[in-house]
C-alpha cells in the first residue's frame, strides 16, 4: 500500500501500525531515476558504482561508467544540455516533467509546502494554529540560512517560543519528508551540545523557497555553492533510506579547516566529505583526512568534469554524484 499526505504522517505516529509493518520511504528521484523516466535512459550500472567509491575508495569501475553514461546522454536526441542544470534547482518531482516554465514549477512546489504544513500538519494531534504559523516561519528561516546557521536557540529566540517546541515543530517538518538533518561528528558531548543542521530534501525545495522569500546572497556562485551541499546531504539521505544502507551522516565540528560532511559504518574509519563550488582548495579535505585517521577523503565539485583521484583524495562532479 502506499500512504501519502497527512496518512503518511500519521503513519508515523501509530505506535501500533509501525510494529506491524514494513516501511519503506520513497524519496525523491536522483539524476538517474530523472534520466531514465524523462528520456528512457538507463544508467543503474553508475550508482552502485559510485556507492562503491564512497564506501570503499575504489574509481575503477565507476570511471567506466561514467564514460558510458556520457556517451549514452549526448548521443539521446531528445536529451536537452539545460536539463542537468533544470533538475538541480527544479527537479526531483516526476510530476514536473511537462513544466519547461520555471515560474510555474516555482508556484507548484510551493503549493506543495504549504499544503504539507496547512493540511497535512495541522490534522496532528495538539498541532496548534500558532505552530502552524511557526512551520511557515522555520522553513523560511532554513530557506535563507547557510546550512548549520539555523540552530534550535536561534529559531526559539526568532520564533519567541521555547526550544522544546522549536524541536518538536523540526521533529514533524522531518517526518513530513521536507527536511532532514546532521547531527555533529565527535562524542555523546559534542552530540548533546551542539546543534543539528538542517536540509531540505531536494535543493530544489531549498531553491524555490529561497526564491519566494528574497534570496539575499552576494552572488550566484555562493548560492549554488549552498544549493551543491544541499544535494549531497540529500543524496546521502536517500541512499541511506532507499536502500536501508546502515552508515551515519554527520557534519564535522571543528571551526577551522572544517569538511562539510563525515560519514561511517559502524566500527569503520570515517569518511570525510567536502563540497566545493568554486576556487576551494584541497586543504580542509586533507586536514580532515590526518584528523580523523581516514583512507582517504572525497570532494564533490564543479572543478573536475570526470572522476578522478590524487594521492588519497577523490573528486568526482556534481554530475557524476547526483546519479548516486
Same mark, same amino acid.
Given at each position: 500500500m502506499i500512504f501519502t499526505g497527512s496518512s503518511a504522517l500519521n503513519?508515523?505516529? $501509530?505506535? @501500533?501500525a509501525s510494529r506491524r509493518m514494513l516501511k519503506k520511504i520513497i524519496t525523491p528521484l536522483n539524476y538517474? #531515476? *530523472?534520466?531514465?523516466?524523462?528520456y $528512457?535512459? @538507463?544508467? &543503474?550500472?553508475?550508482? +552502485?558504482? /559510485?556507492?562503491?567509491?564512497?564506501?570503499?575508495?575504489?574509481?575503477? +569501475?565507476?570511471?567506466?561508467?561514467?564514460? +558510458?553514461?556520457?556517451?549514452?546522454?549526448?548521443? $539521446?536526441? !531528445?536529451?536537452s544540455s539545460y536539463d542537468w542544470n533544470e533538475y538541480f534547482k527544479y527537479g526531483g518531482f516526476p510530476f514536473l516533467f511537462n513544466d519547461s516554465n520555471p515560474l510555474d514549477i516555482t508556484s507548484k512546489l510551493i503549493d506543495i509546502c504549504e499544503k504539507i504544513? &496547512?493540511?497535512?500538519?495541522? $490534522?496532528?494531534?495538539?498541532?496548534?494554529?500558532?505552530?502552524?504559523?511557526?512551520?511557515?516561519?522555520?522553513?523560511?528561516?532554513?530557506?535563507?540560512?547557510?546550512?548549520?546557521?539555523?540552530?534550535?536557540?536561534? /529559531?526559539? &529566540?526568532?520564533?519567541? %517560543?521555547?526550544?522544546?517546541?522549536?524541536? !518538536?515543530?523540526? @521533529?514533524?517538518?522531518?517526518? %513530513?519528508?521536507?527536511?532532514v538533518h546532521c547531527e555533529p561528528y565527535g562524542g555523546e558531548a559534542k552530540r548533546i551540545k551542539k546543534s543539528?543542521?538542517?536540509?531540505?530534501?531536494?535543493?530544489?525545495? *531549498? !531553491?524555490?523557497?529561497s526564491s519566494k522569500y528574497g534570496n539575499n546572497l552576494k552572488n550566484s556562485n555562493e548560492y549554488e555553492g549552498i544549493l551543491l551541499e544541499n544535494l549531497v546531504a540529500s543524496t546521502l539521505f536517500n541512499i541511506r533510506n532507499r536502500k536501508n544502507n546502515h552508515f551515519h551522516i554527520y557534519y564535522d565540528v571543528n571551526k577551522k579547516n572544517n569538511v562539510d560532511f563525515i560519514i561511517k559504518k559502524d566500527f569503520e574509519n570515517p569518511i570525510p566529505i567536502e563540497v566545493g563550488h568554486g576556487n576551494k582548495n584541497k586543504k580542509q579535505i586533507i586536514n580532515a583526512i590526518k584528523r580523523y585517521k581516514a583512507n582517504y577523503g572525497i570532494i564533490v565539485s564543479?572543478?573536475?568534469?570526470?572522476? #578522478?583521484?590524487? @594521492?588519497?583524495?577523490?573528486?568526482?562532479?556534481?554530475? %557524476?554524484f547526483s546519479l548516486l
Open positions: 503513519l508515523e505516529y $501509530n505506535a @501500533d538517474n #531515476q *530523472h534520466l531514465k523516466l524523462k $528512457n535512459i @538507463d544508467l &543503474n550500472h553508475i550508482s +552502485e558504482a /559510485l556507492e562503491k567509491i564512497i564506501f570503499t575508495g575504489e574509481i575503477k +569501475e565507476a570511471i567506466n561508467y561514467e564514460k +558510458e553514461a556520457k556517451s549514452t546522454i549526448i548521443n $539521446n536526441i !531528445n536529451y504544513v &496547512n493540511t497535512d500538519m495541522i $490534522n496532528i494531534k495538539n498541532f496548534t494554529a500558532e505552530n502552524q504559523a511557526n512551520a511557515k516561519r522555520i522553513l523560511r528561516f532554513i530557506a535563507l540560512q547557510e546550512p548549520g546557521e539555523a540552530s534550535q536557540a536561534k /529559531l526559539s &529566540n526568532y520564533l519567541k %517560543t521555547s526550544t522544546g517546541n522549536v524541536k !518538536n515543530i523540526l @521533529d514533524i517538518l522531518e517526518k %513530513t519528508q521536507l527536511l543539528w543542521k538542517y536540509y531540505f530534501a531536494t535543493p530544489s525545495l *531549498h !531553491n524555490v523557497l564543479n572543478k573536475t568534469t570526470s572522476i #578522478q583521484k590524487e @594521492d588519497n583524495i577523490i573528486f568526482i562532479p556534481k554530475k %557524476t
